[in-house]
């Protein structure tokens, strides 16, 4: 079973600077995607980024990036110029498309807070 | 036009009563999904329905039961509710291919 780790439960920034979120990840599978959701108090879930484990090259948004360490199994998230509307909980996830399951894994995900 | 839609947003029950919430998306996705977000954020996932066919039928409570009459929808009725129901339920879509899920805005489920 594939396993997601984020190793920190909370983080803060100071507006406009820069932070970096964690996660690690453990799985067999060759073929398979990870993502960054991002959930603010609304409840609602929206999709920061997303990158399939065949493409070496690292997937950007905007101001969020990420360092897509294959080998190391590690996928950090980059949010440049934080702004006060990043704040929110930030989940990262693994979804294996292999044998037809489609399974999305959350980690525990990582609370941010942007400071002014 | 909202994506994945589920109704209602709150629920506050008391126990032993049985619930259903519903869940509709017109993305013309295949498959749908039924996550739980406990208090402590977490999601896990709780069924997966591809084509109106069970794929995922994790360690849940049987008193728990999705119906999909149609790949458009996917309901989640719940018999007997318990305290620890108390949760957020998200559904959620995908396209085979896409590897994107979309979510509904979850519904907040209280049991007291």
Request: glycine fraction near 6%; charged fraction near 20%.
């Amino acid at each position: 079973a594939q396993t997601v780790t984020q190793s920190q439960p909370e983080m803060s920034v100071q507006e406009a600077e820069t932070v970096t979120l964690s996660c690690t990840y453990d799985t067999s599978e060759s073929n398979y995607y990870l993502f960054w959701y991002k959930q603010p108090p609304s409840r609602q879930m929206i999709l920061v980024i997303r990158q399939e484990a065949y493409k070496q090259q690292n997937a950007t948004e905007n101001r969020f990036s990420v360092n897509f360490q294959k080998a190391a199994k590690s996928f950090s998230l980059k949010i440049s110029d934080s702004q006060l509307g990043d704040t929110a909980m930030y989940f990262c996830a693994f979804l294996d498309s292999g044998a037809g399951s489609y399974q999305l894994t959350f980690g525990k995900g990582t609370k941010l807070s942007v400071i002014p | 036009d909202t994506a994945v839609s589920q109704t209602p947003k709150y629920l506050v029950t008391q126990m032993g009563n049985d619930k259903s919430i519903k869940c509709e998306q017109n993305l013309g996705h295949d498959t749908m999904y039924w996550y739980k977000q406990d208090s402590k954020k977490f999601l896990k996932i709780m069924f997966s329905y591809n084509n109106k066919e069970l794929i995922i039928n994790e360690t849940v409570p049987n008193r728990f039961s999705p119906k999909s009459p149609d790949k458009a929808h996917l309901n989640l009725h719940i018999n007997s509710l318990e305290l620890g129901d108390s949760a957020v339920y998200f559904c959620a879509s995908m396209r085979g291919g896409q590897e994107k899920l979309f979510f509904g805005s979850g519904t907040q489920l209280s049991v007291l």
